[in-house]
């Protein structure tokens, strides 16, 4: 196997659609090599839709909830700090909050629209769970979402509660 062809085996298409290839012919067409061009890209698995997509999980009492992790630096670095339980705080009937025990990166921003399942950041170091669909004019840093919401507010009920997270 030539040298191009084992650059290509550790790197797959994004090098090779980075690369000038001298004598590049069209898919299908033979190449300077003697084969079509297409055969010389491996493949190994199937793209993923998002490749930098994270799941945890959140539990509160015996109901558990599966969470997407936003593509962040914040989100990471909350992730970073799992498995984590913390003693969350009722606030305005929509929203449960607790202090992390370190500050997160942030990229605020005012999402408009709060939604039910959204898992926020207010500050660098105040992790919030909303279980209400609204209109915010706060800013907040995206950490992710609880994919399926249905009982979350039940769960979650009206009075501080402690909710654990974690990666499995």
Known sequence: MGKFHRILGLHGTSLLLSLPVPGACEAGQPSALGSPLIATVPQTRAPLENPRESRMWMSVGEQRFAITLADSEAARAFAALLPLTLDMEELNGNEKYGQLPKALPTNASRPGTIRNGDLLLY????LVVFY?????NYAYTRIG????????AAALGSKGVRVAFASQ
């Open 123 to 126: 500050g660098s170091d105040t």
């Open 132 to 136: 209400a669909t609204f209109s915010s």
């Open 145 to 152: 979402r609880v994919d399926d919401p249905a009982g979350l």
